[in-house]
């Protein structure tokens, strides 16, 4: 008799898989980074080549977690995308498994598990937790009252944590899921109780050092690839004697409705066309360079073409989806905006971006997730009218200054300036002079180390060689 | 003219420009706001960025115009000719285009909320991403009314707009926004309506014959008498629907989810339903000769008087069901 191997087996059984042309159409964007939707194209790819080439580029399967939901957030389709995203990752598991040691919970995990469990069992709203858990442990979305009855608490939670081993793990989980039902508001606020009803399981990890990114405000799945990932991650923890960052603002899941909604303020409130250009040099940071200095209506030819092939929703959403933060978007804007270098178009966009998005952003996590340690010393809301007041402080001043300085000082001139946080912990801002820097002057340091500088890259990575963002972050404020 | 001349004199708070020929002359990013170039040569001109708010632009020839990024804000195009213009990114909100030709022009991502658009020609255009909230393509009379074939409109945000009887055979909706859209007796003939959003749309006597609305989301869209023949519908949305009277025959709606429909004395012969979610939907009277219903779920739906002579139904659920005679399955 011949046995298949594991490789086999998979291959097996996503050819027999229902959505199989969405399936191929993921694994091929996914190793290829093309979107092929031509059925006679996708036919001469081999699923088994795929899936080997796709094992190849997530080596772990968190990485393959973290590539594929990055992809499903950039398409039209993410909630079912995502769908298919975890059936490939569910099909694959078990090759992961195999070569590595398989890390199961702890067995002084049991003890908090029954706790969670318990305190979950008693949630006014403890049938939707179930059904929820039971979607992420199970795949199944359970409406029977009777078989959910059936199923223990304990060993929900249990299977739980298998399947996420670090709270950023468990909120991309959460994420995905709720993406995929149609009431994510609801169930928006149910997988906040699980998150918040499961902290406890992190606590070990975290304090023993499991959990490497508790210092990153930033989550990484689906956002970064993991060599950019790792970097950040094994970055000495400069503010590790400081108090925890508070929270940070990203954006919320969205149906589709809402994304015409925020297509639709843009085209209110700003020029489409300059939306695209600054989206494009924001995601695409060598168009930025390629059109620096020249007047928005002079961009050379390919960055015309470049403008062409793609519509400003598709654009807004793989600038939002990748759920960074408001000080990183922030950032990432006024990073294009002193490239391409054209005061009298761009600053009035990125503000009029920020001013619309704002609406859409909620705060990525809680302080107690980051320190369980520690409660949260500032008010959320006080923090998040701190951080808006600030960027768009920041971004009407950039006007004057892209006039007024050079780009290679442009971005020290900023950080004195606008009183943003410098990279070292060690100095604080200069409160801004002026009318307009109330609600900066307002922020301590430590609320200042909130606003996180990072820079996007094409695929929503940070790229810490950008020269432009060496020179924003290392920008020392004098005096 | 020189563009420099134009520009003084507009400085000079000159701003009748009509009839000029101003032929690819090259006003991009100019302050124009108010001018006047009423039956102006603008062939191949260059106005990209250009500020030509509440412009007067009536009889206008802007063949081949590239107005990417233009604000024309408000302003009046009345039978200007923008034959294979480029308006990437415009902006023409509530501006006048009836009896505009826009065939084949650029309309990519272009702001026309409340634009008049009535008996536009937008044959061949490309509106993708465009925003029409509020755009008035109304038919008027059989002559006077929008013509939108073969225009490719994708993700367009037409979201209550008022398409009655519009010609929309053939069109590329795709992922477009139809949303409380009035569609009423719209000729939407092999239109491809794939992961549209339809959510409350009036379908009403629509012809959707051969159209395609994979993925479409059609919750609560009215659809009495509309014309679905042969149109492919697998794993669309329809929770809710109302389609008395619609024409269903051999259309594909395997793994739509049809919860709640209305769909008493539809026409269903050779429908393929596999399945198909028909949870508590309303099938009285339906026809449902040779109709393929395996394993669709039909718990708690009514079947009264519906005709099951030829109907497959191998594995279908249908528990609770009220089968044609009024008794309820067990």
């Not at chain 1, 069992?121 to 059904?131: G, I």
């Not at chain 1, 843009?266 to 989206?279: D, E, G, R, S, V």
């Not at chain 1, 996590?365 to 320190?371: D, G, I």
């Not at chain 2, 233009?70 to 285009?97: C, E, I, M, P, Y």
Request: proline share 5%; aromatic share 4%.
């Amino acid at each position: 008799m011949t046995v298949l191997s594991p490789l086999d087996e998979a291959v097996r059984d996503i050819s027999l898989a229902q959505h199989l042309p969405r399936i191929k159409k993921l694994l091929v964007y996914a190793c290829t980074q093309q979107w092929e939707s031509d059925p006679r194209q996708l036919a001469g790819y081999h699923l088994h080549d795929l899936l080997e080439a796709l094992l190849h580029r997530a080596p772990t399967v968190e990485r393959l977690q973290a590539l594929l939901y990055q992809l499903t957030d950039c398409l039209s389709k993410p909630a079912e995308y995502t769908l298919i995203a975890n059936l490939i990752i569910e099909q694959l598991r078990p090759l992961y498994e195999d070569g590595t040691e398989s890390v199961t919970p702890v067995s002084h995990h049991f003890p908090v598990c029954e706790a969670i469990a318990h305190q979950l069992a008693q949630d006014p709203q403890a049938l939707r937790v179930k059904k929820l858990l039971v979607l992420l442990c199970r795949s199944v979305w359970e409406r029977d009252a009777q078989r959910l009855d059936c199923i223990p608490w304990e060993s929900l939670v249990r299977e739980l944590y298998q399947r996420a081993q670090t709270s950023d793990q468990l909120r991309a989980a959460l994420n995905s899921a709720v993406r995929t039902l149609n009431k994510r508001t609801e169930y928006g606020a149910i997988a906040r109780t699980i998150l918040q009803a499961c902290e406890p399981l992190y606590w070990d990890a975290a304090n023993s050092g499991g959990e490497i990114r508790s210092n990153s405000a930033v989550p990484t799945t689906g956002i970064m690839e993991p060599a950019i990932a790792a970097t950040i991650d094994s970055a000495p923890p400069a503010d590790a004697a400081l108090p925890s960052p508070p929270a940070s603002l990203v954006v919320k899941a969205l149906d589709e409705l809402d994304w015409f909604e925020l297509r639709l303020e843009i085209m209110k409130y700003t020029n489409p066309l300059l939306a695209k250009q600054l989206l494009l040099a924001v995601l695409y940071p060598s168009t930025a360079k390629e059109q620096s200095n020249q007047s928005p209506a002079n961009w050379q030819a390919a960055g015309w073409r470049t403008l062409r092939e793609h519509d400003l929703g598709g654009l807004l959403r793989r600038f939002l989806l990748p759920g960074h933060s408001l000080a990183e978007l922030e950032t990432a804007l006024v990073t294009a905006v002193q490239q391409l270098n054209a005061p009298h178009h761009y600053p009035q966009v990125a503000a009029t971006l920020l001013r619309i998005i704002r609406p859409v952003l909620v705060p990525a996590r809680s302080q107690s997730e980051h320190r369980p340690d520690k409660q949260a010393e500032l008010p959320e809301n006080y923090l998040q009218t701190c951080q808006i007041a600030a960027s768009t402080t920041l971004l009407e001043r950039s006007s004057t200054l892209s006039q007024e300085t050079d780009l290679s000082d442009a971005s020290h001139s900023y950080s004195q300036t606008l009183g943003l946080p410098s990279t070292n912990p060690q100095c604080s801002a200069n409160p801004p002079a002026g009318d307009d820097g109330g609600a900066t002057a307002a922020l301590t340091d430590n609320e200042l180390e909130t606003l996180d500088m990072a820079i996007l890259t094409p695929h929503g990575q940070f790229n810490a060689a950008d020269p432009a963002a060496t020179a924003f972050h290392g920008a020392s404020p004098q005096g | 003219m020189e563009a420099s001349e134009l520009l003084q004199r507009y400085a000079d708070k000159d701003i009748n420009f009509a009839g000029e020929n101003l032929t690819g002359m090259n006003l991009s990013e100019a302050d124009l706001i108010g001018i006047n170039l009423s039956g102006a040569d603008l062939r191949n001109a260059s106005l990209v960025l250009s500020y030509l708010n509440r412009a007067t632009l009536d009889y206008a020839h802007l063949v081949a115009a590239n107005l990417s990024g233009a604000n024309l804000t408000q302003a009046s195009l009345v039978r200007a000719v923008l034959k294979d213009a480029n308006l990437h990114g415009a902006l023409l909100q509530g501006a006048d285009l009836r009896s505009t030709d826009l065939t084949l022009a650029d309309l990519l991502d272009a702001n026309l909320m409340d634009a008049d658009l009535r008996n536009a020609d937008l044959s061949g255009a490309n509106l993708t991403g465009a925003c029409l909230r509020g755009a008035n393509l109304r038919e008027e009379n059989r002559r006077y009314n929008a013509n939108l074939r073969g225009a490719n409109l994708r993700k367009v945000d037409l979201r209550g707009a008022n398409l009655t009887g519009a010609d929309l055979a053939r069109v590329d909706l795709r992922g477009a926004n139809l949303s409380e859209a009035c569609l009423r007796g719209a000729d939407l003939q092999g239109a491809d309506l794939g992961d549209a959003n339809l959510v409350g749309a009036f379908l009403t006597e629509a012809d959707l014959t051969q159209a395609s609305l994979r993925h479409a989301n059609l919750t609560n869209a009215k659809l009495e008498r509309s014309h679905l023949s042969g149109a492919d519908l697998a794993t669309v949305i329809l929770i809710g629907a109302i389609l008395p009277d619609a024409d269903l025959s051999n259309a594909n709606l395997a793994w739509a989810i049809l919860t709640g429909a209305q769909l008493n004395r539809t026409n269903l012969s050779r429908a393929n339903l596999r399945q198909t979610n028909l949870k508590e939907a309303n099938l009285t009277d339906a026809y449902l000769a040779r109709a393929d219903l395996t394993d669709a779920d039909l718990t708690d739906a009514s079947l009264v008087r519906a005709e099951l002579s030829s109907t497959t139904l191998t594995g279908a659920i249908l528990a609770g069901a009220t089968l044609p005679d009024g008794s309820i399955h067990p």
